[in-house]
């Protein structure tokens, strides 16, 4: 089965860049999709088909995706980004939906 | 705006069936595009797709979960709802019901999620 793999967890400073990955085998051929999780709530969709911006998403969040990994940056890191992140991505070869295991982003 | 809530009973005994419902309101129900979808969370761990429907009728599951899972529709009533069997302690998470789309597309609008418990 595909693994999608995130480091548990990073920090970072306000004002400061992000970059959260998520690797996978030959996932540059894949479309990811990445979701921020706050505590006690729903999972949001960021960044869908590995750079796009969903209505509503400040420009602040980006993605990229090439060769085993994916990256989701946040730039000017605020409080309010302090939240878990899990990437997505469909295996077609079990028609299974992955996630990664999740990146908690503490804001110092 | 797309709502999606989710309703069942919190507690199942070991053992038994776990039967959740996801309405869905404020949108399109009836249409190709979208896929209903069912993805749970153990309590501080990740998310796991558990599976899906279709308007057609078709179905898609998680390969770990396929024989212990049934996902279906009810279109008049805008709703569709997840059977898990053979609960254990291990099944006890937060399930959220999700609107997807064909092969590779996003989980683009989450209900708030339901918290099921296995407990004897």
């Known amino acids: 089965s595909y693994v999608l793999t995130q480091t548990p967890s990073m920090s970072v400073a306000p004002g400061q860049t992000a970059p959260i990955t998520c690797g996978g085998s030959?996932?540059?051929?894949?479309?990811v999709h990445w979701y921020q999780q706050k505590a006690g709530q729903a999972p949001v969709l960021v960044i869908h088909?590995?750079?796009e911006r969903p209505s509503g998403i400040p420009e602040r969040f980006s993605g990229s995706n090439s060769g085993n990994v994916a990256t989701l940056t946040i730039t000017r890191v605020e409080a309010g980004d302090e939240a878990d992140y899990y990437c997505?991505?469909?295996?077609?070869?079990?028609?299974?939906?992955?996630f990664g295991g999740g990146t908690k982003l503490t804001v110092l | 705006q797309v709502q999606l809530q989710e309703s069942g009973p919190g507690l199942v005994k070991p053992g038994q069936t776990l039967s959740l419902t996801c309405t869905v309101s404020g949108g399109a129900f009836n249409v190709d595009t979208y896929y209903w979808d069912w993805i749970r969370q153990p309590a501080g761990k990740g998310l796991e797709w558990i599976g899906r429907?279709?308007?057609?009728?078709?179905?898609n599951y998680n390969p770990l979960l396929k024989s212990r899972v049934s996902v279906s529709m009810d279109t008049s009533k805008k709703q569709f709802s997840l059977k898990m069997t053979s609960m254990t302690a291990a099944d006890s998470a937060v399930y959220f019901c999700?609107?997807?789309?064909?092969?590779?597309?996003?989980?683009?609008?989450w209900g708030q999620g339901i918290l099921a418990t296995v407990s004897s």
């Open positions: 999700a609107r997807g789309g064909k092969f590779g597309s996003p989980f683009d609008y």
């Open positions: 088909y590995d750079s």
């Open positions: 030959d996932i540059g051929r894949k479309s």
């Open positions: 997505h991505v469909w295996d077609s070869n079990s028609d299974n939906r992955v």
């Open positions: 429907t279709h308007i057609s009728g078709s179905t």
